[in-house]
């Protein structure tokens, strides 16, 4: 397994699934207390579908399914994701 998709597991199962399963807690706690807003209940879905997705590329990289190339664009994104995160804070 090269050093990209080390890499890229290790952002994914570190900072992105953690962030995105507290954030779907936070989500939880908002519908439980207010009306079941649209925008909120379609951001829970979202977030759901999302952690399966890096859940797949995780899968991918460990059945070598995925190319350095392809791991590089992902990471990449994940990084421009996270840049953009951190500067809305």
């Given amino acids: ?3 990209i998709k080390i890499k890229l597991k290790d952002v ?3 900072v992105m699934i953690p962030e995105s399963q507290e ?3 936070e989500l939880k706690e908002v519908l439980k207390k207010e009306e079941q807003i649209e925008n909120d ?3 829970l879905v979202d977030m759901k579908s999302f952690i399966i ?3 797949d590329i995780i899968s991918a990289i460990d059945k070598n ?3 350095d190339a392809e791991a ?3 990471y990449n994104k994940i990084n421009h994701m996270l840049e ?3 500067d809305e804070h």
């Fill in 1 to 3: 397994m090269e050093n």
């Fill in 12 to 14: 994914i199962q570190t």
């Fill in 23 to 25: 954030f779907i807690k």
């Fill in 41 to 43: 209940i379609n951001a």
């Fill in 53 to 55: 997705e890096l859940q």
């Fill in 65 to 67: 399914l995925l190319s």
């Fill in 72 to 74: 590089e664009e992902i």
């Fill in 84 to 86: 953009e995160h951190e």
